[in-house]
């Protein structure tokens, strides 16, 4: 089996966490899991801030180089619908898509029936369109891609089937009008037995295009005897046919290590739902909730990651994973 050398490929930035919730101007029990995208040649995070109602709402902070000095807008961001079926209990873990000037948040509702995925669409983060419900529960970790693939829109999503204890899958669908969604596929099949990535994963921020396909980052959750862990591994999917895993790295790349991963509401709780490319083409900032509790960023160099998973082609340990096809519909 290959081992990855001693550098790590993501650096914590050493202002970690970057918000917490004495940041905000207003009571709140956590801030974390945000989206992330440029606005206005600044970097805008949505973050999901849980209220001491238990409900969460997204809220708006910006800051010029995207580590430091961040403001935090409370008039800008998102409501729930409380009165709804869709968003009852609030809206979380949002993933930005830009589409020239168009902002496509998709956002996961806690109904009456469970998560699902929704998509508002906003050119200002104050005033937002409403699309409805993309997935119906149990749905989340859900992303959309920034371009139409053959005159469709692509989804990356994650079904949680229950009872049947066969995992929980990253699948991909498609829309010719963003309302209409199906043929529909697995892509990313949690692995099994002792893997890091075994049963449980979800994507993280929405595809990134890069020279080699569009770059994944997910989460993977391992069950313990003492909890879950959530650790972050990377996948590259084909340019031009993203159901096509072209790469899938065998080791997480980020764990829960720092005292503020460790410890806070969900403990061992690494969760990132954004991440800006920088100028210079090169610099990765990941944006990620740790512990349900805080903001935290991670920085990584992009041929660094690439380079990874070149030593990480499909084939290997393929028979780990359940055959594709059993999965199709
Ligand atoms: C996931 C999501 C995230 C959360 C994580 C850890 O299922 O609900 O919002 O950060 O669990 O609790």
């Known amino acids: 089996m290959s081992h990855s050398g001693r550098e790590e490929l993501l650096t914590r930035h050493e202002a970690n966490p970057i918000i917490t919730p004495a940041d905000l101007p207003f009571m709140a029990n956590a801030v974390f899991n945000p989206g992330a995208t440029t606005y206005n040649g600044e970097t ?156 449980k994963v979800g994507i993280g921020p929405p595809p990134l295009l890069t020279a080699a396909g569009w770059l994944v980052c997910y989460h993977a959750v391992r069950v313990t005897a003492s909890g879950s862990i959530y650790r972050l591994g990377l996948a590259m999917l084909d340019r031009t046919d993203p159901s096509r895993v072209i790469a899938r790295g065998n080791e997480w790349i980020l764990a829960p290590t720092e005292h503020y991963e460790r410890t806070g509401d969900v403990p061992d709780a690494i969760f990132p739902c954004g991440w800006v490319l920088r100028e210079d083409g090169e610099t990765l900032h990941i944006y990620y909730g740790a512990a349900d509790s805080v903001v935290c960023v991670a920085e990584a160099k992009l041929s660094e990651l690439l380079n990874h998973l070149v030593r990480h082609p499909i084939s290997e340990h393929h028979d780990e994973m359940p055959a594709r096809d059993a999965y199709r519909a």
């Open 44 to 199: 805008l995070l949505l973050l999901r801030v849980e209220h001491r109602t238990g409900l969460s709402s997204l809220v708006v902070a910006t800051s010029k180089d995207g580590l430091t000095d961040w403001t935090i807008d409370p008039q800008r961001g998102l409501e729930p619908l409380l009165d709804s079926f869709e968003e009852r209990w609030g809206i979380e873990d949002p993933r930005i898509t830009r589409v020239d000037d168009d902002y496509y948040v998709v956002y996961v509702g806690y109904s009456l029936a469970g998560p699902l995925v929704l998509l508002a669409t906003t050119k200002d983060f104050i005033t937002w369109n409403r699309h409805g419900v993309l997935m119906t529960p149990d749905d989340k970790d859900a992303a959309i891609f920034p371009v139409m693939f053959d005159g469709r829109w692509a989804l990356l999503h994650r079904p949680s089937p229950t009872g049947f204890g066969l995992g929980a899958h990253v699948w991909l669908s498609f829309s010719p009008d963003l309302r209409h969604w199906g043929d529909s596929r697995v892509i990313l099949p949690a692995r099994r037995g002792g893997w890091w990535d075994a049963n």
